[in-house]
């Protein structure tokens, strides 16, 4: 199982010349294990910021070309990179509640949005034993500013994230699971062993609400999220605020 869970795919093209070419600049194989697991974490936690891609099944080297990325294509990202580090890893699918991204998602077309997303993290094996990892999709900047929005606050379910530990997310790596969005999860779709698995039986957003979605909600969606990074956080109105700030434990 483990072979399998390092090979390439498609989707986790780690053979690609980006890859390689960041992983030997970055002198990751010369690390041990736990240190390659936390480059690769980090790397994409701080330098793939938190944003909304054309799609989901996106090639790992194009999440890494955009340098921006959400649950779903940083977590191609990340796996891709800990594979090309010869650390076994596997693809864990669910759907989130939609109320997870209120505050990003333009109060005007909020109600018409899908109630399920889908979401994901990586789950690693380390030390005889599987890490779930799913902390790495809000860089610091974002959580940052939630925490000054929200510092009496440790429920939080809105604005991208979805944790009961707002004030002190334990978002580093040190060898055991994070997570930022797993109290807005809903429904449970299982292990794959790679996102190409994962996508060939869930899609969402395709026909014209994909277009409408790829060629101008998305881009909306990123300018709210420059604007959280930057310490504007939007309010929510009406009942739906209250929910959100108290946050939906699902897990």
Known sequence: MSHVLTQPTPLLDYH????????????????????????AYDFVREEILFGYNAGDALPASKVLADGFGQCNTKSTLLMALLRGLGIPSRFHGFTITK??????VPELIYPITPQNIL??????EFEGRWVQLEGFILDNAVIESLQRRF???SALCAYGAGTQRLQDPGLQ???????????????????????DDFYARHRQLTG??????????????NRRVHGIRNGKVPSIGGRDRSRAATGVAHL
């Open 173 to 195: 790596w040190e060898g055991q699971s994070t997570y930022v969005q797993s109290t807005g999860i809903n429904q449970d779709f299982g292990l794959y062993d790679a996102p």
């Open 119 to 124: 979401h994901s993290w990586v789950e690693i």
């Open 16 to 39: 690609s010349e980006a890859i390689q070419t960041l992983i030997e600049e970055r002198g990751w194989l010369d690390l041990t294990p736990f240190a390659r697991i936390g480059a």
């Open 208 to 221: 014209l609400r994909g277009f409408i979605y790829r060629h101008f909600v998305r881009h909306w969606m």
């Open 151 to 153: 510092p009496e606050r």
């Open 99 to 104: 109320s997870l991204q209120r505050g990003i």
